[in-house]
């Protein structure tokens, strides 16, 4: 068996198993092989490196827990920092703001601010966008 990465007329990538390659070139020939996603039969195969069985696997060393907590503590912090830099704080409006602001009645812009769970699952099923931010990071003094 082989695999052929091919793509149709209107660019649409997609892929396919033949037996072998003179199965597929004889496939084509008789206008067999379609597009799945438009029809074409007007197909092309397209570059793939090639599936190489026994090769040796690499060693990846292990993720160290600590370094990787300690990214994503400084990617949360970053994102928070963003959004109180650059949002509206509305405080315990937000549920009655982001609806607004959704539906039209508010000026469009950037908030933040608190909803309990209840209201933030109402505007989830309304299709408000909303997120949870990250906390706010542990105050360093307060640490083990």
């Not at 490196?49 to 160290?64: E, K, M, N, Q």
């Not at 827990?65 to 509206?88: G, I, S």
């Amino acid at each position: 068996m082989i695999r052929y990465a091919l793509s149709c007329a209107h660019d649409h990538l997609f892929e396919a198993w033949f037996d072998s390659s003179t199965a597929y070139d004889d496939q084509a020939a008789r206008g067999l092989v379609e597009c799945p996603v438009c029809g074409s039969r007007t197909v092309s195969k397209q570059i793939m490196a090639p599936a190489v069985a026994g090769t040796r696997r690499t060693a990846v060393a292990p993720a160290d827990p600590a370094k990787m907590r300690a990214m994503m503590m400084q990617a949360a912090h970053e994102v928070r920092a963003h959004v109180e830099a650059n949002f509206d704080y509305v405080g315990d409006t937000f549920a009655r703001e982001a609806r607004d602001i959704h539906e039209g009645r508010g000026e469009k812009r950037e908030i933040y601010g608190e909803a309990t769970p209840a209201e933030v699952k109402a505007l989830k099923a309304d299709g408000v966008p909303c997120a949870a931010l990250p906390p706010p990071p542990p105050d360093p003094a307060k640490l083990n």
